[in-house]
């Protein structure tokens, strides 16, 4: 028998991505980014996204085995994400998905896209080593995870209302500073004054692991609304927003690896791309002599190679999708 290799297929949201993984490691990897379309809306149009990853989905496919060389015959499954997202985009790649499988009779599975997410730093050169506490920051969650191994994952905390990079998202938005919000608030915060304004660094000076972030976006409001929102006073609104989000999940990440008593740190998710966050993270974990991984930059946000990863590892386990095609746009880890 040849040796496995499974073509991954993310489309939970704006990104349509494809990447092709294997015994040889990461071969190909594809993606196609609609965040130009939805820029012009302010933010994801649902019916929009599914459209746009069906039109996509089969060019970025024949561009990944061009440029790993290889054909449909070699592939052993195919994975794709099942969910959590928007319901018609998961059902583009889903479709897709299990369509080719059948066609080239091959098993598919259905793939959980924070578990992607979390398995995102395996791809890297040095990658860390289980068990470890994992911090998933994306635009649709906040969770700390404790990672026994591939599959055996327990909920440590997670927010009660926005998500991070919702959080940033919606600051961004309420300073105008267009979509996405995430990488737009970064840059600039870049000019701010740390001194200037003092954030909250909510539910820190309690028990629990969990979070809550909706009450920051409601700070960053209140203090716009009682300045003149010049471009100085924006990007020291900008730097104390995300100083607070920075340190409220360091805070948060240090109480887990203690509480467990691990010293690897897995952070990742759209949010891990960002550099003070990186920077408070690293600062924290030298206190306490922890390490921490995190995925290149591209791969931090929605991509195919962390679907193709996930699913190499299940199918190698011998799992695989039953007949009926499955997407939820909501679903626990
Ligand atoms: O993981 P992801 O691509 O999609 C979801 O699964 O949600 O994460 C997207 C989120 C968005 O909220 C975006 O604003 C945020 O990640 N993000 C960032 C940065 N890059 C992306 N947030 C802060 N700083 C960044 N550099
Ligand atoms: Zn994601």
Excluded at 81 to 90: H, I
């Amino acid at each position: 028998t040849q040796p496995p290799l499974v073509l991954g297929i993310e489309t939970s949201c704006d990104e349509t991505g494809v990447a092709l993984y294997g015994e040889r490691g990461l071969l190909a990897d594809a993606l196609y980014s609609q965040i130009d379309m939805h820029a012009e809306y302010g933010g994801v149009v649902p019916e929009l996204a599914s459209r746009d990853h069906v039109r996509k989905l089969i060019p970025l496919i024949k561009q990944c085995f061009a440029n790993a060389s290889v054909t449909s015959r070699e592939l052993s499954g195919v994975a794709y994400t099942s969910g959590p997202g928007l319901v018609g985009a998961l059902f583009a790649g889903a479709s897709v998905a299990r369509s080719l499988a059948y066609a080239w009779d091959i098993p598919s599975i259905g793939v959980h896209h924070m578990e992607g997410h979390l398995l995102a730093p395996m791809l890297e050169t040095t990658p860390p080593s289980f068990p470890f506490v994992a911090l998933l920051v994306s635009g649709g969650h906040t969770q700390l995870i404790k990672v026994n191994q591939i599959g055996d994952y327990q909920l440590l905390g997670e927010s009660l209302d926005d998500a991070a990079g919702e959080a940033f998202d919606k600051t961004a938005k309420l300073l105008n500073l267009g979509y996405p919000g995430g990488p737009a608030l970064a840059a600039c915060a870049k000019n701010g004054n740390p001194e200037r304004f003092n954030f909250p660094r909510p539910m820190t000076n309690r028990p629990g692991l969990d979070f809550s972030f909706s009450g920051l976006k409601t700070f960053a409001l209140t203090t716009s609304q009682q300045h003149a929102l010049d471009e100085q006073t924006c990007a020291d609104i900008a730097r104390a927003f995300e100083d607070a989000v920075a340190d409220t999940l360091a805070i948060k990440c240090k109480r887990a690896l203690t509480q467990t008593g691990l010293s690897t740190l897995v952070v990742a998710g759209g949010v891990s791309a960002n550099q003070r966050l990186r920077k408070t993270l690293d600062q924290m974990a030298k206190e306490i002599s922890a390490k921490v991984f995190y995925p290149r930059h591209e791969f931090c946000t929605d991509n195919g190679a962390m679907i193709a990863y996930a699913g190499y590892q299940r199918l190698l386990a011998g799992e695989f999708d039953e007949l009926s095609i499955k997407a939820r746009p909501r679903w626990p880890l």
